[in-house]
């Protein structure tokens, strides 16, 4: 069964710095992966997926994200962040089982200094 | 303009009632589905329909009903409403072979007194 661990729970950095967010899965397969955000009272929105092809994904909001097969990791970046990037992050691995099935991770959440 | 809409947004009611949470979805996607979102932010998957059909019904009481008029409407009825029934509870709505992921609704927010 496939799963997501995403180490980081909380994670704090100014506004204008580089982030990072973590994401390790496990499938057996070729995974297709995908990172969501959730503002507070909000629904999730897509930032990004992969499913084949050049491992580095550009997404919306200046977010990219980059495939590493041998570590099994989908880990998000953004150069620059806003304080409007404050959210709660969320890594996803899908298979088709049916329809796709997406198991996510339990979620860092992005608190920006100002 | 609403790509996929739930209704109502919060709900509060009391143990031992029934309720109900509409989805609907603009997209022209032919499957839906059912998260639940506990206390803690974990995302987790309850049904998901296809064209009217159940395809995916993970580990949920009996008391967890979804229903499919058609393609673009999922509805998730609930019985007998436990404390642990609170929680935000998420449509979401996809092509079925597709592996661009979904389109979520808002959410609703379901609190059980």
């Known amino acids: 069964a496939q799963s997501v661990t995403q180490p980081d729970i909380h994670i704090t950095v100014s506004e204008g710095a580089s982030l990072e967010l973590r994401c390790n899965y496990s499938?057996?397969?070729?995974?297709?992966l995908f990172w969501y955000v959730q503002s507070p009272g909000q629904g999730l929105q897509l930032l990004l997926k992969?499913?084949?092809?050049?491992?580095l994904v550009q997404g919306i909001k200046g977010f990219e994200a980059e495939f590493k097969r041998s570590q099994s990791s989908f880990n998000l970046r953004k150069p620059s962040v806003h304080w409007s990037d404050a959210a709660e992050y969320f890594c996803a691995v899908g298979k088709i089982q049916g329809a796709q099935k997406l198991v996510f991770g339990q979620g860092t959440r992005l608190t920006i200094n100002p | 303009d609403t790509a996929v809409s739930q209704t109502p947004k919060y709900l509060v009611t009391q143990m031992g009632n029934d309720k109900s949470i509409k989805c609907e979805q603009n997209?022209?996607?032919?499957?839906m589905y059912w998260y639940k979102q506990d206390s803690k932010k974990f995302l987790k998957i309850m049904f998901s329909?296809?064209?009217?059909?159940?395809?995916i019904n993970e580990t949920v009481p009996n008391r967890f009903s979804p229903k499919s008029p058609d393609k673009a409407h999922l509805n998730l009825h609930i019985n007998s409403l436990e404390l642990g029934d609170s929680a935000v509870y998420f449509c979401a709505s996809s092509l079925r072979d597709s592996v661009f992921g979904y389109t979520f609704g808002s959410g609703t927010r379901l609190t059980v007194v």
């Open positions: 992969y499913f084949s092809g050049d491992t």
């Open positions: 499938y057996g397969a070729t995974p297709y």
């Open positions: 329909y296809n064209n009217k059909e159940l395809i």
């Open positions: 997209l022209g996607h032919d499957t």
